[in-house]
């Protein structure tokens, strides 16, 4: 089936400074990825959808300065959190559906980031 | 917008037991409703979805749910759970226009006693 990958699995980062998650599809090509939140005990929420070649779609609420997404390649997407808080700290997930498949996501392992 | 429920947080189950986890979601169209497992470490993967049909649908690793549109709700069962199963289980519903419009319950963790 077809895979997704996340790099890193978890990151510990100090308050201030930035992080970034890749998240790769390894063997479809990919126009289209999603990054959602996780919070502990909740739902996965959608954060925003990157697109390649174009800027990334923001659902309202999140900070798209703060949250920079980078689709640099069909196979590539980047979620970069910019001056990282305590409030920052969560499981990001990404996902991918795959072509000829729109409603069949395909999701990353997700990165669990904390923030110090 | 659509969202979707699922009421119960935690459940536990005997092996060997059956099992129903339940959903329900709120849309005022035909809804694409989806159940993922999670499990520690990896992503999620899909077990199963309905768009149209029959409304009895089988999925991967013996799981099947029903869709009943007077119920709004799409549960999910299994006849004999296996301790493997012991995972975190996301029903999701999307909008039939909109690909990247889906949305998530709040996850229901199942355990498996021996």
């Known amino acids: 089936g077809a895979v997704v990958s996340q790099h890193p699995s978890w990151v510990i980062c100090k308050s201030g400074t930035s992080v970034k998650i890749e998240c790769r599809s390894l063997?479809?090509?990919?126009?289209?990825m999603f990054w959602y939140r996780q919070f502990p005990k909740q739902s996965l929420m959608l954060m925003a959808t990157?697109?390649?070649?174009?800027?990334?779609?923001?659902e309202q609420g999140v900070e798209k300065d703060k949250f920079l997404i980078n689709h640099a390649s069909l196979t590539l997407s980047t979620l970069t959190v910019t001056s990282a808080h305590p409030e920052d700290s969560s499981f990001y997930i990404c996902?991918?559906?795959?072509?000829?498949?729109?409603?069949?996501?395909?999701f990353g392992p997700g990165t669990r980031l904390t923030v110090t | 917008a659509q969202s979707v429920t699922q009421p119960d947080i935690h459940i536990t189950v005997s092996e060997g037991a059956s099992l129903e986890l339940r959903c329900n979601y709120s849309?005022?169209?035909?809804?694409?409703l989806f159940w993922y497992v999670q499990s520690p470490g990896q992503g999620l993967q899909l077990l199963l979805k309905?768009?149209?049909?029959?409304?009895l649908v089988q999925g991967i690793k013996g799981f099947e749910a029903e869709f009943k549109r007077s119920q709004s709700s799409f549960n999910l069962r299994k006849p004999s759970v296996h301790w493997s199963d012991a995972a975190e289980y996301f029903c999701?519903?999307?909008?039939?226009?909109?690909?990247?419009?889906?949305?998530f319950g709040a996850g229901t963790r199942l355990t498996v006693k021996p």
């Open positions: 063997d479809f090509q990919a126009t289209t």
């Open positions: 849309y005022g169209a035909t809804p694409y």
């Open positions: 990157s697109n390649e070649g174009s800027k990334a779609t923001y």
């Open positions: 996902s991918a559906p795959r072509q000829g498949s729109s409603y069949e996501q395909y």
């Open positions: 999701a519903v999307g909008a039939s226009y909109n690909n990247n419009d889906m949305r």
């Open positions: 309905y768009f149209s049909g029959d409304t």
